[in-house]
């Protein structure tokens, strides 16, 4: 065997063997919902990471991963609960915002008081959109 052989070899072993943890996690995630499902994101990030060589983002996803002892679903559902109201009374606070800035008439403070609510409206749609 030549050593180009031997390196296009060693090349092709490493790329399989540092993408069959992205394969196996992408695949294993059936989980619908809950812990079960956000451990199996963690995993599929931290296989991400080691793929990566992204030590800083392996150091955080581990310590999440951790911290997976103390999730329970009803926990976050109730997690999920308290954000759709906080992002609640946000629409609301917004679109208080946006009438007394009609009122004023200034162009200026409408604008902002409606990226303001466009905003809020945005976070509670992807709070919505989340799984569990």
């Given at each position: 065997?030549?050593?180009r052989?031997?390196?296009?070899?060693?090349?092709?072993?490493?790329?399989?063997?540092?993408?069959?943890?992205?394969?196996?996690?992408?695949?294993?995630?059936?989980?619908?919902?809950?812990?079960?499902?956000?451990r199996?994101?963690?995993?599929?990030?931290?296989?991400?990471?080691?793929?990566k060589?992204?030590?800083r983002?392996?150091?955080?996803?581990?310590?999440?991963?951790?911290?997976?002892?103390h999730?329970?679903?009803?926990?976050?559902?109730?997690?999920?609960?308290?954000?759709?109201?906080?992002?609640?009374?946000?629409?609301e606070?917004?679109?208080?915002?946006?009438?007394?800035?009609?009122a004023t008439?200034?162009?200026?403070k409408?604008?902002?008081?409606?990226?303001?609510?466009?905003?809020?409206?945005?976070?509670?749609?992807?709070?919505?959109?989340?799984?569990?």
């Open positions: 065997m030549t050593f052989a031997w390196c296009i070899r060693t090349v092709f072993a490493t790329a399989v063997a540092a993408s069959a943890p992205l394969v196996l996690a992408a695949d294993s995630c059936e989980q619908p919902y809950g812990c079960a499902a956000k199996c994101r963690i995993d599929a990030e931290i296989a991400r990471a080691k793929a060589g992204d030590a983002a392996l150091a955080r996803l581990e310590r999440a991963r951790g911290e997976m002892i999730c329970s679903d009803d926990g976050l559902k109730q997690k999920r609960k308290v954000a759709l109201e906080q992002a609640q009374r946000r629409i606070r917004s679109e208080a915002e946006l009438e007394k800035a009609q008439g200034n162009a200026k409408i604008k902002n008081a409606q990226r303001r609510l466009d905003s809020a409206r945005h976070a509670l749609a992807e709070i919505q959109n989340s799984p569990l």
